[in-house]
């Protein structure tokens, strides 16, 4: 026989469980334990950084992947290679260039036919690598230049062009005056010889710079040591050209003076007019 009345019971009986279960398992937040202070400085609350993944930053290109300073070095030695040939009695005479102070040449001395063409190049090379370092050391100082460093590098090559042209003609001014033509011949030929050996020891340097920027500062001072060898030399074969008496020496300290250390404070200070 069936009861009706069980089945209400058995479904009250059934209710009543399961609204006593929800009431026992609900927790209210003033319920919850607190955390101390020492728990609420290492558990971090929120949002995980992690979970946000990491903020893509813009990749430096390296200057060696630039496709104007890779055009500029290509035809540098390509403008090498087309006088390569005559590369070979040159580079022997720029020793004796460098430090003779014979003012007659030897009877067995090679001379090369386009000496102007290749001292040219060797000339370019050293703008070129003088502009590849200085911009280098330029981009590591911090000192964001508003320009790409191709334009920066034209704008130390033209620079080093300049400042090579008004040495030239200072040097050819102070042996015309103060020396006869032989020994300002024989001035202007160590002058063309320390540039153009030091155009061809900076090869290295600029090219580890370009490839490595962050070798920049050993390559620095190797290439400001490279820079005062050469001076020193060329200053010292001066010295012995010039110097006759005492009364040479002063002149000689005025020269240092006015054409050595003058133009390098001359620059420097014009470079950070130009900075800031």
């Known amino acids: 026989m069936h009861f009706p009345f069980a089945t209400s019971n058995s479904q009250a009986t059934d209710s009543l469980a399961s609204t006593a279960e929800a009431t026992a398992t609900t927790v209210h937040i003033d319920d919850a334990p607190r955390l101390t202070r020492a728990e609420s400085t290492t558990i971090t609350t929120g949002v995980v950084p992690y979970t946000r993944g990491i903020v893509p930053r813009e990749r430096a290109m390296l200057p060696g992947y630039d496709s104007g300073i890779a055009c500029l070095l290509i035809g540098a030695f390509l403008l090498i290679a087309f006088n390569l040939r005559h590369y070979t009695t040159m ?24 000496e102007t063409g290749l001292l040219l190049s060797l000339i370019i090379l050293l703008c070129l690598n003088v502009a590849i370092v200085a911009t280098a050391c330029v981009t590591a100082a911090s000192v964001a230049p508003p320009l790409t460093h191709i334009a920066t590098i034209l704008i130390f090559a033209v620079a080093m062009g300049a400042y090579y042209v008004a040495q030239l003609c200072a040097y050819t001014t102070v042996g015309a005056v103060f020396a006869d033509a032989d020994v300002s011949r024989l001035w202007l030929k160590g002058f063309n010889a320390s540039q153009s050996i030091l155009g061809l020891a900076l090869v290295i340097p600029a090219l580890v710079v370009v490839f490595d920027p962050a070798a920049v500062i050993p390559v620095a001072i190797v290439a400001a040591g490279l820079y005062l060898i050469a ?19 002063v002149y000689f300290i005025l020269y240092l003076c006015t054409l050595e250390v003058a133009p390098l404070f001359v620059m420097v200070r014009a470079y950070r007019f130009i900075a800031l």
């Open 231 to 249: 001076r020193m030399i060329f200053i010292y074969k001066g010295f012995r050209l010039f110097y006759h008496k005492v009364s040479s020496f």
């Open 91 to 114: 580079l022997k005479s720029l020793p004796r260039d460098l430090f003779s102070v014979r003012r007659r040449d030897n009877l067995f001395e090679e001379h090369t036919l386009n």
